[in-house]
């Protein structure tokens, strides 16, 4: 591989949407953010330099930062923020992935703005396991906020209620004509009759999982979280944030006199407010006799794509399960066929006392939180990373998150009347290559609801998942270990449970937490400590000296 340089200089720069302009933070100045591109194999070294009022840390998701963690980037886990006026250079190697992922903003709610593609193509001479586009076209879902988005949070969290909901979907920073004054702001998929086009889809937006289709056209999904999978077709696909997907589009065979239109929207299960509006954007066409485009202004037909109902979990559910490794001898799916730790964890939401002399908006006058194993995590005030390397670990966290819930509960019976978390800033610590086996079950406390779970430095095979209550004696025999789709974020279904595996082979701390911004603002997360190996090249290297200090 080769070794690939970006520069990042986080800018502030005006951007109108919805009529309304605002001051947000950027990559110098591109909203949404600059692509990066890289080849299997080859070095990613991207130097940031904050210019900005706010503290900034970047995280390249999905990427499996192999002996990499001091590049991985979640604030105080990982690393301190880099501050105004100080930079930083995150220097990582792309290793046995292929496909999509996406960098964004990984501190506050600072990824509404800051975030982009990140576009992993095979390495030289290597082709695709399906016929070679005629064109790849990055499709990345957004969310905007009239109002200043870190206002937005920071007043959610003082008064313990939910964060106001988003003005607008986007594609590609673009929200389309189902919005005020957007007509302008839409984005256009212009394409060729006859020919296959690669959309490499990303879910950025920070609360919603998406329901996505076009109009009288057939996606074939190829790809999940820069991991192949076995090919399919599907009207309508379903991205969780964190989630990305490569799906090929075959342009009908001929110029067909006609605009389609191409819409996402929520798929929306939890009990709070969001926003059910409709992104969308159009599917032209381009003649190829006079080579003018079928625009909508032409008064051609118009073709809407039909999305499922807001809540439609059985929808959700069948795709998931469609989805499947390729597993084959060039790309086979490394199941941990035994496990050697075994967890139970819970997610979902709680309530906490609010401080005294605090009016809180949550349920009877406390505050929201959101828990992993009913513990609401505690961000520290140093990175957990460094804290354990530099052998400080006992002041920062406690190396004792449970196995299983303190509590144990019945998640499809009626809720407690206790509803309240403990707060912790606890972490799972792994040998060195354990493998391990998560079953993540929804609490389904207030209310069922599906949550997007995201691990750094891993991908994970999703080997089972099943509505009600987990049953450890039954449902294991129904495991997948053959072909089971491997990934890096997981629905945790809507009053249900998944279970994963995967092998602890990547030394350093690791993040676990629900890509719903809001729930991760509210506690929804904790970290694994994967501890060196006994080789060389098992152990973390030292943090490279430009790491910035908390
Ligand atoms: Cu995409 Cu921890 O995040």
Request: with cysteine; glycine share 8%.
């Amino acid at each position: 591989g080769i070794t690939r340089h970006y520069r990042f200089d986080i800018r502030m720069a005006n951007v109108t949407r919805l009529c309304h302009t605002k001051s947000i933070v950027t990559v110098t100045g591109q909203f949404p953010g600059p692509k990066i591109v890289a080849r299997e194999g080859d070095r990613v070294v991207v130097k940031v330099v904050n210019h900005v009022q706010y503290n900034v840390t970047l995280h390249w998701h999905g990427v499996r930062q192999l002996r990499s963690g001091w590049a991985d980037g979640p604030a105080y886990v990982t690393q301190c923020p880099i501050r105004r006026g100080q930079s930083y250079v995150y220097n990582f190697t792309i290793v046995a992935q292929r496909g999509t992922l996406f960098w964004h903003a990984h501190i506050s709610w600072l990824r509404a703005t800051l975030y982009g593609p990140i576009i992993i193509l095979p390495a030289r001479g290597v082709p695709y396991p399906f016929s070679k586009p005629y064109k790849e076209v990055p499709i990345v879902f957004g969310e905007w906020w009239n109002a200043d988005t870190e206002a937005v949070i920071s007043q959610a969290l003082q008064t313990g209620g939910g964060p106001n909901v988003s003005d607008a979907y986007t594609i590609n920073g673009l929200p389309g004509p189902l919005y005020n004054c957007s007509a302008k702001d839409t984005f256009k998929l212009k394409v060729k009759p006859g020919k296959t086009y690669l959309l490499r889809m990303i879910n950025a937006a920070l609360n919603d999982e998406l329901f996505f289709s076009i109009a009288n056209h057939t996606l074939t999904i190829v790809d999940v979280d820069a991991v192949y999978v076995k090919p399919f077709d599907t009207d309508t696909l379903i991205l969780a944030p964190g989630q990305t997907t490569n799906v090929l589009l075959r342009s009908k065979p001929s110029f067909p006199h006609a605009t389609f239109l191409m819409a996402a929207r929520p798929y929306a299960t939890g009990s709070g407010t969001f926003d059910n509006s409709t992104v969308s954007g159009f599917l032209e066409y381009q003649d190829p006799r006079t080579s003018s485009t079928a625009s909508f202004n032409k008064k051609l037909p118009l073709f809407k794509p039909s999305l499922p109902s807001l809540n439609d979990t059985a929808f959700v559910a069948n795709f998931t399960s469609r989805l499947r490794s390729l597993a084959t001898a060039q790309f086979p799916a490394k199941v941990p066929r035994t496990v050697e730790r075994q967890f139970f964890f819970t997610v979902g939401l709680g309530t906490s006392p609010c401080p005294k002399n605090q009016t809180c908006q949550g349920p009877n006058g406390t505050k929201f939180a959101a828990t992993v194993s009913n513990i609401s995590f505690a961000m520290p005030t140093t990175a957990l990373l460094q804290a354990h390397f530099f052998g400080q670990s006992k002041r920062v966290y406690s190396p004792d998150f449970p196995y299983s819930p303190l509590i144990p509960f019945n998640y499809t019976g009626s809720p407690p009347n206790n509803t309240l978390v403990s707060n912790g800033t606890k972490l799972m610590v792994l040998p060195y290559n354990t493998t391990v086996e998560l079953v993540m079950q929804d609490t389904s406390i207030l209310g069922a609801e599906s949550h997007p779970l995201h691990l750094h430095g891993f991908n994970f095979f999703v080997v089972g998942q099943g509505f009600g209550n987990y049953n450890p004696a039954k449902d294991p025999a129904r495991f997948n270990l053959v072909d089971p789709v491997e990934r890096n974020t997981v629905g945790v279904p809507a009053g249900g449970w998944v279970a994963i595996r995967f092998r602890a082979d990547n030394p350093g701390v690791w993040f676990m937490h629900c890509h719903l911004e809001v729930h991760t603002s509210w506690g929804l997360k904790m970290a694994w400590l994967v501890l060196d190996g006994s080789l060389p090249n098992q152990k973390l290297p030292p943090p490279p000296s430009d790491l910035p200090n908390c």
